[in-house]
């Protein structure tokens, strides 16, 4: 049988308090946050199913990346090897996301930068003798 939020909180940080302690450290300062306290009671404002999920994204990026900022240069590395926009514009823009929606990011596939082939290469996958020679003509003409 699953466990409710309220029973899961329980068994694994004892209380509220205590999960909302250990979030208070990980989660990043927003909307105006100038103080651990602030932070604290916006966390406790949140129902226990929101902190859960907070606490397991916030796991996610340690164990995996370590911190946002390093969450936010994979995302920017794998758009550029994919050979699409990643300029700083991009990277402000990503800087506004939640964690939750940055971690959602990296499952995404981007496609492989497109290979550029050789003119015999392009010769090889013509179709049909007359295809062929068109492009042997202009291979000529080229060289």
């Known amino acids: 049988m699953k466990l409710t939020p309220l029973q ?48 397991g994204v916030e796991q996610k990026v340690r164990e995996r990346f370590g911190d946002r900022e390093k969450l936010v240069a994979h995302i920017l590395k794998a758009r550029k090897d994919a050979a699409l926009t990643a ?9 506004t996301f939640s964690t939750a929606r940055l971690l959602d990011m990296t499952r995404q596939r981007y496609p492989a930068a497109p290979v550029k082939l050789t003119p015999e290469q392009k010769l090889a996958a013509k179709r049909g003798p007359k295809a062929r020679e068109r492009a042997a003509a202009k291979m000529k003409s080229l060289a």
């Open 8 to 55: 899961e909180m329980k068994k694994d940080f004892g209380d509220r308090k205590g999960l909302v302690d250990r979030l208070v450290d990980m989660v990043e300062k927003q909307r105006g946050d100038s103080s651990s306290d602030e932070v604290r009671s916006r966390l406790m404002s949140l129902s226990n199913k929101k902190l859960l999920r907070l606490y």
């Open 87 to 95: 300029d700083e514009s991009y990277e402000t823009k990503l800087r």
